[in-house]
């Protein structure tokens, strides 16, 4: 059950991002964004949630995308 909410994850993730990509506006939300994390990490009130929040997204997709597969290879070890 874990590997296909796992692989159902990781789809979701990957059409996400690739809409995201395929905006024609793309580039604007892009700068948007690092603006706004650039202001989060001057301000030492911001800066340190911002950098859990990152740590906490990492952690939650380390835990999704070890041992998927593409094409009969797997693209992270487990």
């Known amino acids: 059950m874990r590997t296909r909410q796992a692989c159902g994850s ?3 993730f990957a059409r996400h991002y ?3 990509c395929d905006d024609p506006d793309a580039s604007r939300h892009l700068s948007f964004e690092v603006s706004l994390q650039d202001l989060a990490l001057r301000d030492p009130e911001l800066a340190p949630k911002l950098a ?3 740590r906490a997204h990492e952690e939650r997709l380390t835990t999704l995308l070890p041992g998927r597969t593409h094409k009969g290879a797997a693209v992270t070890p487990r």
């Open 10 to 12: 990781v789809e979701v």
């Open 18 to 20: 690739r809409r995201l």
């Open 52 to 54: 859990a929040s990152v």
